[in-house]
């Protein structure tokens, strides 16, 4: 009878052992699996002419919120008054802008894809040339302060872990609007490249 009853006692104690430690250890899992990555993009955009942006983005992901810093540097081009136009066009570089951004937005994730939407505050840099028939050159630069925008599609690697890098980070590939309104406002659509810790969907 004793045998039975310290066998009993023995189970109890061992079931809620280990029921006890299962919430405990799925909460650390959750802690120790946090989403960070990393993006550089690059397209067309607009400042006050056509030309190009590329940049660069650290983001972190907390449930479905995403936090973000990103930089950016804008070129716009325009037409030298030098004749006409025998091939291609000439054309020298009026608006060069660096912008620094903080945003936080909203991040959904699929089976192997997601969406995501930003805003917040930036810092730009502007600096304007222009050049007049005799082409005389004309610098300013303004500093003002914008609210940048984003809204990204991306595709990643579909299985949980990836080969790259040890099974540690995962590639992506995808397409990103983004912009900055402001004193000068400029907007652009281009391709994004990241790559992300390991995270368990």
């Not at 004793?2 to 405990?24: A, D, H, Y």
């Amino acid at each position: 009878m004793k045998v039975k009853l310290l066998r009993i006692l023995f189970m109890l104690f061992l079931s809620n052992t280990i029921f006890g430690q299962q919430p405990e250890n799925l909460e650390i899992e959750k802690r120790s699996n946090p989403i960070i990555f990393f993006e550089g993009f690059g397209g067309l955009s607009v400042v006050k002419n056509l030309g190009v942006s590329g940049g660069v983005g650290l983001n972190y992901q907390l449930e479905q919120s995403l936090f973000t810093f990103r930089y950016i540097n804008s070129a716009g081009y325009t037409r030298k008054n030098d004749g006409p136009v025998i091939i291609a066009p000439s054309v020298y570089k009026s608006e060069d802008n660096v912008e620094l951004a903080l945003m936080y937005g909203r991040r959904w994730v699929k089976e192997h894809h997601s969406y995501s939407v930003s805003a917040g505050i930036s810092r730009n840099n502007l600096e304007l040339e222009s050049r007049d028939l005799d082409g005389i050159r004309t610098v300013s630069t303004t500093g003002f302060y914008g609210f940048p925008f984003e809204a990204n599609y991306k595709r990643f690697y579909s299985k949980k872990r990836s080969n790259l890098i040890y099974n540690v980070l995962i590639p992506s590939v995808g397409i990103k609007l983004f912009g900055d309104i402001g004193k000068y406002t400029f907007v652009g659509v281009g391709v994004s490249v990241g790559f992300g810790l390991c995270k368990h969907y």
